[in-house]
């Protein structure tokens, strides 16, 4: 499976996370992206999980889903997954 990005880097300060992707630094305000995690407890926005794929994150506590590429705002061609 080919990956979507390569996101080797998340750190959430506030409302802000910081994350590196394919070796660019990006900064992104939360609460212009989700209500929920504007909502959310810094504990709660602190536990998240990101794809194996480099898709996107996913915060267990609040049920939230946000892609990579809505974050840093670019768009993938799909299917990622090459087919024979």
Excluded: C
């Excluded at 992707?21 to 709660?44: F, I």
């Excluded at 946000?66 to 993938?76: C, F, M, Q, R, T």
């Amino acid at each position: 499976m080919e990956k979507a990005h390569d996101v080797t880097n998340v750190l959430i300060a506030g409302t802000t996370i910081r994350l590196r992707v394919d070796g660019k630094d990006y900064e992104v305000d939360l609460t212009k992206q989700s209500e929920r995690l504007t909502r959310a407890t810094p504990r709660q926005r602190s536990h998240f999980e990101v794809s194996p794929t480099g898709y996107g994150i996913h915060w267990p506590d609040v049920d939230e889903d946000l892609s990579i590429d809505g974050l840093i705002g670019v768009k993938h061609s799909y299917p990622l997954v090459e087919t024979k």
